[in-house]
Nanobody, 129 residues
Framework: QVQLVESGGGLVQAGDSLRLSCVASGRTFSWYTMGWFRQAPGKEREFVARISGSARNIHYTDYTDSVKGRFTISRDNVKNTVYLQMDSLKPEDTAVYYC???????????????????WGQGTQVTVSS
């Protein structure tokens, strides 16, 4: 069983930056694919970014189009932590952000919530205009 705990959300203005963190329990964190999703009020949970796992410390990343060039996903396998650096935030980025984990080196359909085995409790990000 893997537990995920997110932090770093808050209220910011458009154009500001935030860094979300997600700490995972477990000894094989580096092998897990990690991801971030978000859910705005009245909308479905949507994929934001993922970073593959690898015992060789080589990781691949993928982003939804609306955040490319603004968000960066990264991981620190020593700290069992995955980050989401969010720059140039927009009001449409307002949502609850969820960390997700899958016990595979990579997954074929990262944009589907059904591909992920573990979820955090979420952290609220609010961007004012």
């Amino acid at each position: 069983q893997v537990q995920l705990v997110e932090s770093g959300g808050g209220l910011v203005q458009a154009g500001d930056s935030l860094r979300l963190s997600c700490v995972a329990s477990g000894r094989t964190f580096s092998w897990y694919t990690m991801g971030w999703f978000r859910q705005a009020p009245g909308k479905e949970r949507e994929f934001v970014a993922r970073i593959s796992g690898s015992a060789r410390n080589i990781h691949y990343t993928d982003y939804t189009d609306s955040v490319k060039g603004r968000f960066t996903i990264s991981r620190d396998n020593v700290k069992n932590t995955v980050y989401l650096q969010m720059d140039s935030l927009k009001p449409e980025d307002t949502a609850v952000y969820y960390c997700a984990a899958a016990p595979y080196d990579d997954i074929s359909s990262p944009r589907s919530t059904r591909s992920w085995d573990y979820w955090g409790q979420g952290t609220q990000v609010t961007v004012s205009s």
